[in-house]
Structure formats: C-alpha cells, structure tokens
C-alpha cells in the first residue's frame, strides 16, 4: 500500500493501525519536517525518501518500490480508513475491475469544504466529457494490479498525477469503477485543497491532463 506523506506524523498511527494484516505500507516521505518518516519507520513501515516534490512524485516513486501483486493508495492524513481497501483489491483479483476507486461520501462536519467538492465536480464532468467515464470522484483511495499501473507509463508528478491515471486506464481498455467509502475529517491542513487557491491549482493541473491526447493504439475506455 503506498501512503504519500507530507508532515502527517499525528495521524500517522491512526492510518497504519488500520492497514490490513500482512500487507506492506509504504510511506513515501515528500520532505516532511515534523518526524513523519521516524514514525512510520517506528510503525512498522517502509519508508521511502522522495525529495521532489509533487503529489504525483510520491505516488509513483511508492508504485516503483512496491513489489506485490495488487497496488493501493491512501492518504497519510486519516481522512480514509485504508482497512477499505480489501474490498477494493477483491474486487479486482475476482476479475470485476481493473481500477477501482473510492467515491468518498462526508461523514462529519467539516470533512469535504465546499471548494474542494466543486472542484471535484468540475473534474468529473471534465473527465466524462474526456473518457465517457460516469464516475463521480477522483479521489486518492484506489486499487489496482501493479502491471497495469506500470504499463500507463504515468508522467505527471504534481496534482494531476490520480486523474492521469484514470484517464491512461480508460484510453488502454480498463475497466474503471468505484465504490463508496466514508470521508472523514482530516488530522491537520491539506496541502493542496485546503484553500480555493489550492484547490484550483490543482484543477488546472488536472486539466493539462485531460487536455492530452489519447495515445497511440489506445482503446476506448470501458464505462462504469
């Protein structure tokens, strides 16, 4: 399981307390300050120092250390409950989907501000005009067999990096799909969607995504 981490070192415990028995964490450390990488390290975790900064720079550099079979994601800030993730990877091994993605629901006050919702309604109308995917997030919670994630030849390594994803899937004939799992409030500041500015930092570096073009040979996307 990758965890992207940049100065979560409270939440930390809560995030790999909840990874399932005989899976490997891997949290990937962005230049973190606070002591995140000695936690996770004390936790029982793989630690893997990535200096460039970037969201899509941890995400990759944790797919490129992975060795298993099925790789997950999850943020490192509490906000979702990684134990989810086993249904995520059977649904997957069962031949059901190739990508599957959590659709996050709020659960608590403050838990998805106004801004970051809008955002990631744009996206998704974007990303259906883009692929014909009828998906409703494009949130941080996914599963997928390493293979697969690996042959996308993903480049983005900023924001962009989890939509990139998703569309390379459907251009190569993935099926895409999601499910939904609970949003909780996050321990301290997101680092990208935390403001309306960062916000929409982030969807325009989405929208240099969905502004490639298909590659060559790639198939039409399978819909959800």
Known sequence: MVLPCLNEAEALPWVLARIPAGWRAIVVDNGSTDGSAEVARSLGALVVHEPRRGFGSACHAGLLAAT???VCFCDCDASLDPGLLAAFVG???????DLVLGRRRPAGRGAWPAHARAGNAALSRMLRRRTGLRLHDLGPL?????TDLLSLELTDRRSGYP??????????GLRVTERDVPYLPRTGKSKVTGTWRGTWQAVRDMRRVLAEPARDGAAAGVRA
């Not at 649904?91 to 989907?97: F, I, P, R």
């Not at 996914?142 to 390493?146: D, G």
């Not at 939509?163 to 190569?172: P, S």
Request: proline share 0%.
């Open 68 to 70: 298993a079979e099925y």
């Open 91 to 97: 649904q997957v091994a069962d031949g059901e989907a």
């Open 142 to 146: 996914r599963a997928a067999r390493r």
């Open 163 to 172: 939509l990139q994803m998703v569309v390379r899937a459907a251009d190569a």
